[in-house]
Every structure is written in structure tokens, then in C-alpha cells.
């Protein structure tokens, strides 16, 4: 388990020694009644606390002090280590205690048969030296194998709470002491009328099962980090570094910033960097999914982890250990993965006083049992009170969100959908409305101009017109801009310095270059500057019905020209929408761009609602509208222009590409930047809460019919009990089916082309 800490005060602290969901939602609650944490959410599955606090309150040593002082472990790990690193260490972890639970699963299982060899016809009524055989026998089970069970009942006693372990505890340790009594002094109980019965077969078949469920349940865990594993895998061990003129192999954690890295053919990059010399095709498929190569020359960015296809190239390292981008991506899956959803909120609820109620259901049990039972009334007494406390382990009952959760987050991160956790895949599933953006979204974002035309009268011609545009656009962010000043350096146009530039949200730019004031922009920002630009009308018109964008350009006050430009629609735009559609969801689009232009792209792709010219932050006014009316609301932009807008939807999905995966607008980012990634978000989050559902109704009807069969109330009328054996099996088989049930949503397909 990895931890971080980040900006503004949040980090994950690995929580060690968590058995069920009573041990989290203790070190939850004492987390979140410590001064300066605003949230706290701990998480059984990945074993990890998560926490938002303030830094001038707290910090990330004393929350491990608060921790530690419940009685679990917590350690944070030294820092500067990539999340890649941290999480081998981590899998190297659960190696060891995969093959603990192997061996001590082995001895006690021995051990049950050995001792269920040894009783006579079934009977716990057996000779002398036949107990003393299964005292010995039981011995190694009871302090090593289930050793851990008792020294945490005793560890939580000691810091006034209980947990699953004392139930386990609690239950084999009344039934191991009352034999071990048998054993010592038989005559001592023979003389009081009372028959040398002893249970150490209980205590060896429950603590072999119990080991048996937790053993499966690690496996499964193991199983549920399957993304994260392949994520930290990218990674080569070792980079060739350039220093003082020496080529030198040296271990990936050992390269640092500034450092010169020479990739071959064929080769891994090791880590974040820019191209300084060479000429390749990067294959970035590992990151964003995106099956082309790129194309990486002098000045390029390159991610560490991706696969230099071609020629050789020297990169100087830009970010290592956990600030790169691979170490980020694995870095946004693991907090996705600790968080909770809203709905473990009523099994939290049920947690926190449940070992507590079990235990007074057990003594009430003994009770009742004892005084009313038929003879022996004692050992009908004890058997019962110790099945109630076995069968009520809440293992169910704390693995049936964090499970679904952990799995659906990390199969979203193979499919190339980043959720940033529970809380986000629970308002996913209800999205009833999508909103794109237009540009980058269902576009390419890379617009190229096919169009100049030159206004009738124009004060300059041509080449002079497009020089100034590319003057003033060479300034600009916008998408647009860039294909301005690129049709003007591929024709050889010299583009001169401009000055005094300013950009009017959602209408242009403005800004003076040699001498003319120059304004490039649509036809807001031409009423704005009060030109009239009704020569270059139909132009305009017949560029926007073709789906195309206008852009004019004024010089001096004057109509100088028109440009029209097209961002091709995205090939999988329409299967995108079709699909969505077929879920039963409405799609809007919701752009800036002029509205003949919107209209086009939106009748291309299949939709049918169109909101355009807007500015930014109408935008936003235009989801809180949806919202008002009912709508839960998803809204699909790139993060930038559309920040506002995607932070007031229910649910925003930022479009992104593995060099940039951490747009903090958005709940949801798609990585490879198909916006069939919306859907398979969508379809992935319903999938996750129909299995968080199954999964808690399993665990609830599990202890709410498990329980009274244990106390015995079907006996009366039909002489049925359970055993604490069979309260063991049924327990371990509750846990690991809720776990196999999480599982199967790692079979969840991306959507396909319809």
C-alpha cells in the first residue's frame, strides 16, 4: 500500500492488523474526532486510511500516532519513493503473509484431523490420555496458527473495543479453556456429576476455517490489485545514464532530476522527460491506450514507462518517483480505490455497534440456554453462545462496498477511465443526462484551416491579412489559434511581434502588431469592435452550414478577411452517442462555437439538443438549469475552458491523455480520449452498484438469519442446531462470496463500435 501526501493536506497511511469492518470503522471514527482532519475514510479492503486534514492542525506523524493508538499498525514510508516502488513493496507483503496463512492453514489443518481422528464414535466424552493427545495437538494451533486472533482480541480489549477477533477469541477460547480444565482435574468434574466432555475439536476446525476464509480473501485482494500491478510493471528496473561522459546502467530509483538518458531501440524510458537529440515513434499505447505511435523529436515530451519503437533517443529526466506521470496515474487508482461510497455508510452504521450486540446476543444465548436448556444444559449453553459468536463475524458485512469498489476502479483504469472513487461511481450510475463540449470532445481538437477569403475593399491583401491574424493568434491558447498560425508559417509568411494583446472570453483576441490593431474572433467580437463584417456574410454562412468555423479578422476598425476552419469529428463521436442513447441517457451538446457549426457536428454524430455561443461561465448556468429540473447530470469537456461547468455537474469527465491524467475538474478522466469512455464509465458504475447491492443484501440476510439459527431458535420446534463448525464454514464461505461476487466485474467490456 502506497502512501502520499499531497498539497492542501491529504494522505494515505497504510493501516495494518484491520480484520473486519468493526476494525476500520474504529480507526475511522478516531480519525475523524481528531483535531484538524476535516474527512477520514478507512478502507478494510486495501487496508489504508485516507485523510484531508489541515497542515497548521495536524500532520501526517501524529494521525499515525492517533492510529497506533487504537491498536492497529501504521507506519509512513520514507519519502520521495515512486508509487511504483512502494507498491512492489507492498505486493512483496502480501507475499509473506500469503504464505504465513499457507502454513498455519497447513498445521491446523493437521492438527483438525488429528484430533478428529481421535474422538470415539463421534463422542467428546474420550479417555485420558486421548484428551491429553489432543491438548497437544491443539496447543500449536492455539499459539501460533490462531495466535494473531487472541493478541488482537486482547490489543482492542485494552483500548476499550472489540472486534472480529473477539469474537473468534472469545468463542474457541471459553471452549479451549473448559477442555484444557477437563483435561487437568477430570475427577475434579466426574465428582461433581458432571462428564469429561472436552471441545478441542471446535477450536482446531474453527481456527483451520477461519484461516482457511482469510487466506482466500488475501488471494482475492491479491487479485483485485491486478491494475495496479500491471500499472507498477511498466516500468524498466534500470535506465542507461550519461554522466560525465560515461554511459552507466544504474537502478531505476537512483536516476535523478537533470540526469541524461539514453533509450534504444526497443527500449522502456524510464522515467518523465524532453527529447534533447534523436528521432523516434514512441509507442504511449501502455498509458493512454492509443494503438499509433507518436512521433518524438528534440524539444517533445516523453512519459517514463512508454516504448521507444524506433531510433535512438537522449532524454533529460524532468520528473522521478512519485511526481511522474505513471507514478500519478497508479497514485489516482489507489485513492480510488480507499475510498468509500455513500452507500457503506448504512454498513458502517451497523459496524460500529454490532461486536458489541453480538456479544451481549452470545451471554443472553448462554442465558437462556442454561437455565431452560434440556441436560447438559451447560454444554448446550456453551456450544451455543460460542456458534453465535463465530457465525457473527461481520467479514461480509465490511468487504461488500470496498471490494466492489476497489475491483471497479481498477478495471476502469485498463479500460483506459480513471474514477476517482466509491463516492463518484455511486453518482455515475445515476446519470440520466450527458452534456458535451464540443471541441477536443467530439472533435479531433486539432482544427486546420481550409479556407481564406479576403473581404471586398480590404485595406491590405492576403498574405499581409494572415500574417497579422498570426501575429496576434501566435499568443493565444485557443485551439483555433494554432491552425491560424500554422497555415501562416507553412506558407512561408514572415509573422511579426505583436504587443498589447488581450483575450475576451468566448469571443476572441485582441492585440496590436506593427502598428494595425488587429482583432481575430467571431462574430461577437466583431459587434463588440463595431465592425461591420456584412461583405463576408455569406462566406460565413456557408462555412458554418458545412459545419465549419468561421473566424474573422479585423484590422484598424476594419473588415480585413475571413478564415474558416474545421475540427474534424472524432470517428467513435457517434458510437459514443448511440450508445448512450441506448442506455437510456439524453445527450446534449453544450458549446461556444457558433450555433450553424454546433448544429452540424451534432446532427454528424446523432445529437439532437444543441446549447451554443455560450460563454464559459453560462455554461455552467446551463447545468445548474438541468440540475434544477431534475437531471443528474454528466458533463464531458477538457478540462480547461470547461473547469467551471465540470465542476458543477454531478459527475465531470475531464477528456485527457496519459501525460496529463490529473485534471482536477473532472470526477471521471478518459485517458485515451475516446468519448466511448463516457458510456463504459457509466456502464461500469450501474454494473459496480448492482454487485454493491448484492453484496450487502447477501451480508445483512446472512447475520440476520445466521444468528438466531446459532442461538437455537429453531430447536424447540424442530431440534435443529449449528455447530461452531458449521458456524466457521458458513462464515468463511459469506466472505469469500462476497469477494468472488466483486470479482466478476472485472469481466466489464469497453462499449464497441455499434
Known amino acids: 500500500m502506497t502512501t502520499a501526501t499531497a498539497p492542501g493536506g491529504q494522505c494515505t497511511i497504510p493501516v495494518s492488523g484491520m480484520s473486519c469492518a468493526a476494525c476500520s470503522g474504529k480507526v475511522q471514527r478516531s480519525l475523524e474526532t481528531t483535531s484538524g482532519v476535516t ?26 500516532d492517533v492510529i497506533r493508538a487504537t491498536g492497529y499498525g501504521a507506519e509512513l514510508p520514507s519519502p520521495g519513493r515512486s508509487e511504483e516502488s512502494l507498491f512492489e513493496a507492498h505486493e512483496l507483503e502480501r507475499a509473506a503473509e500469503l504464505t504465513g ?38 496447543l500449536p494451533v492455539v499459539l501460533w496458527a490462531g495466535r494473531h486472533f487472541y493478541t488482537r482480541a ?60 482469510n487466506l482466500l480473501e488475501a488471494g482475492a485482494r491479491s487479485r483485485t ?9 511498466l516500468r524498466p528496473a534500470t535506465a542507461r545514464v550519461l554522466r560525465e561522459g560515461d554511459e552507466r546502467e544504474i537502478p531505476l530509483d537512483d536516476v535523478r532530476v537533470g540526469d541524461e538518458v539514453l533509450i534504444r531501440p526497443g527500449e522502456k524510458i524510464p522515467a518523465d522527460g524532453t527529447v534533447i537529440d534523436g528521432v523516434s515513434n514512441v509507442d504511449e499505447s501502455m498509458l493512454t491506450g492509443e494503438p499509433l505511435p507518436v512521433t518524438k523529436s528534440p524539444g517533445a515530451s516523453v512519459a517514463g514507462a512508454t516504448l521507444n519503437r524506433g531510433g535512438t533517443l537522449r532524454v533529460r529526466v524532468d520528473r522521478v518517483g ?11 487508482v489507489q485513492q480510488a480505490q480507499g475510498s468509500k461510497a455513500p452507500i457503506q455508510r448504512l454498513a458502517d452504521r451497523i459496524s460500529a455497534v454490532f461486536v458489541p450486540v453480538v456479544l451481549s446476543i452470545a451471554i443472553a444465548t448462554f442465558v437462556v440456554w442454561y437455565d431452560f436448556g434440556p441436560p447438559p444444559a451447560y454444554l448446550h449453553a456453551l456450544v451455543s453462545a460460542v456458534t453465535v459468536l463465530i457465525i457473527a463475524c461481520p467479514c461480509a458485512m465490511g468487504l461488500a462496498v470496498p471490494t466492489a469498489v476497489m475491483v471497479s476502479t481498477g478495471r476502469g483504469a485498463e479500460l483506459g477511465v480513471l474514477i476517482k472513487g466509491g463516492e463518484v461511481l455511486q453518482r ?26 479576403l473581404a471586398p475593399g480590404a485595406p491590405l491583401d492576403e498574405p499581409k491579412m494572415l500574417s497579422l491574424a498570426a501575429a496576434v493568434e501566435r499568443l493565444s491558447e485557443h485551439p483555433l489559434a494554432e491552425s491560424i498560425v500554422t497555415i501562416a508559417e507553412s506558407r512561408g509568411l514572415a509573422i511579426p511581434e505583436a504587443q498589447a494583446f488581450r483575450s475576451q472570453t468566448g469571443k476572441g483576441v485582441l492585440a496590436i502588431a506593427e ?37 474573422f479578422i479585423a484590422v484598424d476598425g476594419r473588415a480585413a478577411g475571413l478564415i474558416t476552419v474545421a475540427d474534424p469529428v472524432k470517428t467513435t463521436s457517434r458510437d459514443a452517442v448511440a450508445a448512450l442513447e441506448r442506455m437510456g441517457i439524453e445527450t446534449v451538446m453544450l458549446t461556444g462555437d457558433d450555433r450553424r457549426t454546433a448544429e452540424s457536428v451534432a446532427r454528424s454524430v446523432g445529437i439532437r439538443r444543441v446549447v451554443a455561443e455560450v460563454l464559459p461561465e453560462r455554461k455552467l448556468e446551463e447545468i445548474r438549469t438541468m440540475q434544477t429540473a431534475g437531471n443528474v447530470v454528466a458533463m464531458v469537456g477538457d478540462g480547461l475552458n470547461d473547469a467551471p461547468a465540470l465542476a458543477q455537474a454531478d459527475v465531470g469527465i475531464a477528456m485527457g491523455s496519459g501525460t496529463d491524467v490529473a485534471m482536477e475538474a473532472g470526477s471521471v478522466t478518459l485517458m485515451r480520449g475516446d468519448p466511448r469512455g463516457v458510456g463504459t464509465a457509466i456502464a461500469l458504475a450501474r454494473r459496480s452498484l448492482r454487485v454493491i447491492r448484492q453484496n450487502l443484501f447477501w451480508a445483512f440476510i446472512y447475520n440476520v438469519i445466521g444468528i438466531p439459527v446459532a442461538a437455537g431458535v429453531l430447536y424447540p420446534a424442530f431440534g435443529l442446531r449449528l455447530t461452531p463448525t458449521m458456524a466457521a464454514a458458513a462464515m468463511a464461505v459469506s466472505s469469500v462470496s462476497v469477494v468472488m461476487n466483486s470479482l466478476r466485474l ?9
Open 154 to 213: 486482547w490489543n482492542a480489549f485494552r483500548h476499550h473495543s472489540a472486534d472480529m477477533n473477539t469474537l473468534i477469541a472469545v468463542g474457541t477460547g471459553a471452549a479451549f479453556a473448559y477442555s484444557v480444565a477437563v483435561t487437568l482435574a477430570p475427577g475434579w468434574f466426574a465428582a461433581r456429576g458432571v462428564e469429561p466432555h472436552v471441545y478441542y475439536e471446535p477450536v482446531v476446525v474453527i481456527i483451520a476455517l477461519i484461516l482457511l476464509g
Open 428 to 453: 455515475s450510475e445515476a446519470v440520466d443526462t450527458v452534456v458535451f463540449d464540443k471541441t477536443g470532445t467530439l472533435t479531433e481538437g486539432r482544427p486546420a484551416v481550409v479556407d481564406v477569403v
Open 225 to 233: 490489485s491486478a491494475a495496479v500491478r500491471r500499472l507498477a510493471g
Open 746 to 754: 472485472r469481466g466489464v467490456r469497453p462499449l464497441s463500435r455499434s
Open 101 to 138: 496463512l499457507r502454513r498455519k492453514l497447513l498445521v491446523s489443518g493437521v492438527a483438525a484431523v488429528i484430533v478428529m481422528a481421535g474422538m470415539v464414535g463421534g463422542s467428546h466424552s474420550v479417555s485420558a490420555r486421548s484428551r491429553w493427545l489432543q491438548l497437544a495437538v491443539t
Open 39 to 64: 474527512n477520514a475514510s478507512v478502507n478494510l479492503m486495501t487496508g489504508a486510511a485516507t485523510v484531508t486534514y489541515d497542515p497548521a492542525v495536524t500532520s501526517p506523524e501524529r494521525l499515525v
Open 515 to 551: 502598428g494595425h490593431r488587429v482583432g481575430v474572433g467571431n462574430i461577437a467580437l466583431m459587434r463588440d469592435l463595431r465592425v461591420n463584417v456584412e461583405s463576408l456574410a455569406p462566406a460565413a454562412d456557408a462555412a458554418a452550414t458545412e459545419g465549419r468555423t468561421p473566424v
Open 322 to 332: 512519485g511526481d511522474t506521470v505513471l507514478s500519478r496515474i497508479i497514485r489516482l
